[in-house]
């Protein structure tokens, strides 16, 4: 997965800007965030769409919403409300190709999504 730019974050041959990370699971700072708090929680393997997900990987999947609950409260982003995204294939605008949940949050969001 050389390519993979989230795998090279994982493995620290791309720079990002980390605010977890445990045996699993890494969570970084977006780089064109799309609201105060952006954060991105991925698993460090590589799993390409959310289609790719096996049921052995739902307590992985279970956990990324862990970390992102995790993430929001240290963000303080918590108690006001947030966000998490999930986008899975192109017409969602899925851009990177390895499984990611977006936290967003720090400001009034709208709906329906665009
Ligand atoms: P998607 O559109 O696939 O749901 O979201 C991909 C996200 O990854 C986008 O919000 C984009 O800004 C972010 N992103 C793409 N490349 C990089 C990168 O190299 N570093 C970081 N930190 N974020 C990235
Ligand atoms: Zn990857």
Same mark, same amino acid.
């Given at each position: 997965m050389r390519e993979c730019v989230f795998c090279q974050i994982v493995r620290r041959e791309s720079p990002a800007y980390i605010v977890y990370e445990d045996d699993s699971t890494i969570a970084f700072k977006d %780089?064109?965030?799309?609201?105060p708090v952006h954060i991105l929680v991925i698993p460090k393997?590589?799993?390409?769409?959310?289609?790719? %997900?096996?049921?052995?990987d739902e307590p992985l999947l279970g956990h990324l919403f862990s970390v992102a609950n995790t993430v929001a409260r240290e963000h303080g982003i918590a108690q006001r409300g947030f966000r998490l995204v999930m986008n899975c294939g192109l017409e969602s605008g899925q851009s990177v190709w390895h499984i990611h949940l977006h936290v967003l949050g720090g400001r009034k969001m709208g709906w329906p999504p665009g």
């Amino acid at each position: 997965m050389r390519e993979c730019v989230f795998c090279q974050i994982v493995r620290r041959e791309s720079p990002a800007y980390i605010v977890y990370e445990d045996d699993s699971t890494i969570a970084f700072k977006d %780089i064109n965030p799309q609201a105060p708090v952006h954060i991105l929680v991925i698993p460090k393997r590589h799993i390409r769409t959310l289609l790719d %997900i096996q049921s052995s990987d739902e307590p992985l999947l279970g956990h990324l919403f862990s970390v992102a609950n995790t993430v929001a409260r240290e963000h303080g982003i918590a108690q006001r409300g947030f966000r998490l995204v999930m986008n899975c294939g192109l017409e969602s605008g899925q851009s990177v190709w390895h499984i990611h949940l977006h936290v967003l949050g720090g400001r009034k969001m709208g709906w329906p999504p665009g």
